[in-house]
């Protein structure tokens, strides 16, 4: 099932030159905003949900659905209240549907409306446990100019084929308070290279009012 966006994997690789940027005359419009799940669900139903790990019927597919930066989104979970009110298991299953799509895409970067959930999220490696794990809400406190690091041009791959994806200026390290997955008292961590584009990535997926709320 394809969300708004398309259905477009991304996956961040660098770019080879700045050529990736190109010129236009005037600036594009700014992409039109929707909810990250239909009805502003927590998550999006997919079809993995009705399997039973007792089921002797096929295992569906993950239903991953990849921005292409065509939209941006906007959620009713942005919010200090609604995010301290997530329950675990909710936490839990968001990143078995994120490592799921990570093994199938093969990265180590996912955002939560690419895994039908309204949270807004980015999924980064987990070096503990060799898996992915839950940045939520994540604040950025510092980046390049703070603290010495570069700034690199980031192309965001089409991983339909379909275009030649999208290119953004990226910090390459950046301070961010967050909440980790399962568990209510924020951090403040650095992070680097793919994780720190995923979590920049993802602040560009939602609308600068998701940010206002939570910041």
């Known amino acids: 099932m ?18 990736w ?19 502003g669900a927590i998550f ?10 007792f089921s002797e019927s096929t295992v569906s597919e993950p239903e991953c659905s990849f921005w292409n930066h065509s939209v941006v989104y906007s959620s009713s979970l942005c ?9 675990n298991g909710m936490t839990n299953r968001a990143v078995d549907r994120a490592v799921k799509c990570a093994a199938k895409y093969k990265t180590d970067c996912i955002i939560s409306p690419e895994i039908g959930l309204s949270i807004p ?6 070096p503990e446990h060799s898996g992915l794990r839950m940045v939520v809400a994540p604040r950025l406190i510092e980046t390049n100019s703070e603290i010495n ?25 950046i301070s ?8 209510r008292t924020p951090v403040i961590e650095q992070f680097k290279s793919v994780d720190a ?9 939602f609308s600068p009012d998701c940010w206002q709320a939570l910041d």
């Open 121 to 126: 999220a980015a999924f980064v490696f987990d």
């Open 79 to 87: 919010s200090h209240f609604s995010l301290s009110r997530i329950a």
């Open 176 to 183: 961010v308070e967050f909440l980790p997955g399962n568990s």
């Open 44 to 53: 999006e139903h997919w079809s993995m949900d009705d399997e039973s790990i």
């Open 21 to 39: 940027l190109g010129s236009s005359p005037s600036a594009p419009p700014p992409p039109p905003v929707v909810p990250a799940t239909p009805g």
């Open 2 to 19: 394809q969300n708004a966006a398309g259905g477009a994997g991304a996956i961040l690789t660098v770019a080879a030159t700045s050529s």
């Open 149 to 173: 690091s570069e700034i690199k041009t980031i192309r965001i791959v089409d991983q339909s084929g379909q275009s030649s994806g999208a290119t953004r200026r990226f910090n390459t390290t």
């Open 197 to 205: 584009f995923c979590i920049q990535m993802l602040r560009e997926a």
